[in-house]
């Protein structure tokens, strides 16, 4: 059974600092690309941070460029997200998704249940 698993989220001030984890278990990812995505109350999903499972390529959301960075621990399976100088609109349920390269994220093989992220003003 494959699953992912978020951590690491919580309530933080603005300017503050969270990291989130996504441990994958059940398959091997390799041709996928593993990432985050984002829904606030009353608003779409929304595509935050990936990073490709082989090769290592990152891509953001322009809103989160230059705050937050993706990465990926081949020995633990998990990716990570590390959110830094956050603001009251990063606030939402953050998700860990699995698609296979070239698909889109509406087309996600693999969801974890989400983590709620809440910043402060």
């Known amino acids: 059974q494959v699953q992912l698993v978020e951590s690491g989220g919580g309530l933080v001030q603005a300017g503050g600092s969270l990291r989130l984890s996504c441990a994958a278990s059940g398959r091997t990812f390799s041709g996928y690309v593993m990432g985050w995505l984002r829904q606030a109350p009353g608003k779409e999903r929304e595509f935050v941070a990936a990073?490709?499972?082989?090769?290592?390529?990152?891509t953001y959301a322009d809103s989160v460029k230059g705050r937050f960075t993706v990465s990926r621990d081949y020995a633990k399976n998990t990716v990570f997200l590390q959110m830094n100088s956050l603001k009251p609109e990063d606030t939402a349920v953050y998700y860990c998704a699995a698609v296979q390269g070239g698909r889109r994220w509406t087309d996600a093989d693999y969801w974890g249940q989400g983590t709620q992220v809440t910043v402060s003003s």
């Open positions: 990073v490709s499972w082989g090769v290592g390529i990152r």
